[in-house]
T-cell receptor, first 114, second 113 residues
Framework: EPEVTQTPSHQVTQMGQEVILRCVPI?????FYWYRQILGQKVEFLVSFYNNEISEKSEIFDDQFSVERPDGSNFTLKIRSTKLEDSAMYFCASTRDGSTDTQYFGPGTRLTVL | DAKTTQPNSMESNEEEPVHLPCNHSTISGTDYIHWYRQLPSQGPEYVIHGLTSNVNNRMASLAIAEDRKSSTLILHRATLRDAAVYYC??????????????FGQGTTLQVKP
């Protein structure tokens, strides 16, 4: 069964450093998402991406964040200058159609900012 | 986005049925009722969804009230692997919907052997 994959599984970085989290969505999917989950808290929407552009972003997704689909298979989330409060699990998800179609989530990347 | 209300936690015994309730009194006609769950240390996964009629799949059943203001996710025989946080999420079917999921706190289901 096709699945969403994410790398790395765990990333440790120093405050102020740039990080890139990588995701490979399911191959025939067209809509892509990033979510984050701070330890002990609920899953929060960050951004949705369709047709090579951001379709919606949350208040969390400020200028420090960016997303890219560089080569038709990878979907990346970049944090330019990490802060302590960026420490969280980051989940990538994809879906074939937008709106109400099933979203398939990856296993997540645990980001630890020291 | 329409709001849902779920109990914070529930307990069940293994191999017994579990009924997880969700209230969504402000649901609109184009809102689908989706259920996702998150097993420990994993990403969320889809369980089931419906609009008006009750639905069954290999994982669970979804019972939707006639007025659609509430629904119940039914796990017919809970296993230890079903211990997870269960999220009831409303999603409207419209061209302006980017498909994002808005997660609440969900219901933490504990399954006892």
């Amino acid at each position: 069964e096709p699945e969403v994959t994410q790398t790395p599984s765990h990333q440790v970085t120093q405050m102020g450093q740039e990080v890139i989290l990588r995701c490979v969505p399911i191959s025939n999917h067209l809509y892509f998402y990033w979510y984050r989950q701070i330890l002990g808290q609920k899953v929060e929407f960050l951004v949705s991406f369709y047709n090579n552009e951001i379709s919606e972003k949350s208040e969390i997704f400020d200028d420090q964040f960016s997303v890219e689909r560089p080569d038709g298979s990878n979907f990346t989330l970049k944090i330019r200058s990490t802060k302590l409060e960026d420490s969280a699990m980051y989940f990538c998800a994809s879906t074939r159609d937008g709106s109400t179609d099933t979203q398939y989530f990856g296993p997540g990347t645990r980001l630890t900012v020291l | 986005d329409a709001k849902t209300t779920q109990p914070n936690s529930m307990e069940s015994n293994e191999e017994e049925p579990v009924h997880l309730p969700c209230n969504h009194s402000t649901i609109s006609g184009t809102d689908y009722i989706h259920w996702y769950r998150q097993l420990p240390s994993q990403g969320p996964e889809y369980v089931i969804h419906g609009l008006t009629s009750n639905v069954n799949n290999r994982m669970a059943s979804l019972a939707i009230a006639e007025d659609r203001k509430s629904s119940t996710l039914i796990l017919h025989r809970a296993t230890l692997r079903d211990a997870a946080v269960y999220y009831c999420i409303l999603r409207y079917d419209g061209s302006s919907n980017t498909g994002k999921l808005i997660f609440g706190q969900g219901t933490t289901l504990q399954v006892k052997p």
